[in-house]
């Protein structure tokens, strides 16, 4: 009776330039015979600038090596059908002079979006107007009212990221998170498309 050996590909992982990606990088490994242990230390390939910064590991690649190496094995993969492998190259540490230069400008930008918003819905006259209803006189600057408001939407935007800083308020996902892991699902998708498309005219040819 043949062993039976379960892999399960993971989704994405991300290597260094020159990196050696071996069996236990790209998948979990699972069988109840401890001598396939080694198999998890099996080379698939390495990395290099030439695969750009993205490349696509098929689990029928992986089944042909692990076959090679042992062609007794039952494959089975309880996982996605392939992996993809972001290649990251070495990172320049940012300088802080460009980092403020960048707060700075999104600051700005953001201040003067609210403010533009908060002139084109007249919002400083449905402050005066509101104070004057609950109370009866009219002033140029209802602080009473102003800075309360000035303070909301501050705490609206902390609850509406779901965080202070680095740290997250609750397990919710934010609207920004959702949209992030969206987008990152169309870009993986769009990448194993243009892989299938690429070995398909590659076969062609």
């Not at 989704?11 to 990196?19: A, D, E, F, H, L």
């Not at 998890?40 to 029928?60: C, E, M, Q, S, V």
Request: glycine share 4%.
């Amino acid at each position: 009776m043949k062993a039976i050996l379960y892999i399960r590909m993971k989704k994405r992982i991300s290597v260094k330039t020159g990196q050696l990606i071996r069996l236990k990088d790209v998948c979990d490994v699972l069988s109840q015979d401890e001598a396939l242990d080694t198999l998890r230390d099996l080379p698939i390939r390495r990395a290099t600038a030439k695969d750009g910064n993205y490349f696509i590991i098929d689990a029928i690649k992986l089944f042909q090596l692990i076959s090679q190496q042992n062609p007794s094995l039952d494959l089975r993969n309880l996982g996605p059908p392939q992996t993809i492998v972001e290649v990251k190259k070495q990172e320049r540490v940012p300088k802080w002079l460009f980092v403020g230069f960048v707060w700075l400008i999104l600051f700005i930008g953001s201040g003067l979006t609210i403010m533009n918003f908060h002139t084109d819905v007249s919002m400083k006259e449905v402050h005066q107007r509101i104070y004057y209803l609950v109370t009866g006189q009219r002033v140029a600057r209802p602080l009473a009212l102003q800075i309360p408001y000035s303070l909301g939407i501050g705490a609206g935007m902390i609850l509406f990221f779901n965080h202070v800083f680095k740290k997250r308020i609750n397990e919710e996902p934010s609207p920004m998170d959702l949209e992030v892991y969206l987008y990152q699902e169309t870009i993986d998708q769009y990448l194993i498309d243009c892989e299938r498309k690429n070995e398909h005219e590659s076969h062609s040819t």
